[in-house]
């Protein structure tokens, strides 16, 4: 193997790693801030009075059994 393939190999793999790490880092902030804001959001239910907190746990779980069968049917 030439000089300029060794380097052309050796380029071209620190910029697929360079490549898996950004996109690693990337999924890492994403997940991180999904968590944070499942926590907020449950944090925000958790502080209502216990009425509005069934009101509006029975509300999500209307909305989501709606999403499950439009996404099934």
Avoid: H
Avoid at 2 to 23: D, E, H, M, N, Y
Avoid at 39 to 53: C, F, G, N, W, Y
């Amino acid at each position: 193997m030439s000089q300029a393939g060794r380097i052309l190999k050796v380029v071209l793999l620190a910029g697929t790693a360079a490549g898996i790490v950004f996109a690693v880092v990337k999924l890492r902030r994403t997940r991180e801030l999904a968590l944070q804001t499942v926590s907020d959001i449950e944090a925000q239910i958790d502080a209502l009075d216990p009425v509005t907190r069934a009101a509006v746990v029975a509300k999500l779980s209307a909305d989501a059994a709606k999403d499950v069968k439009a996404r099934s049917g």
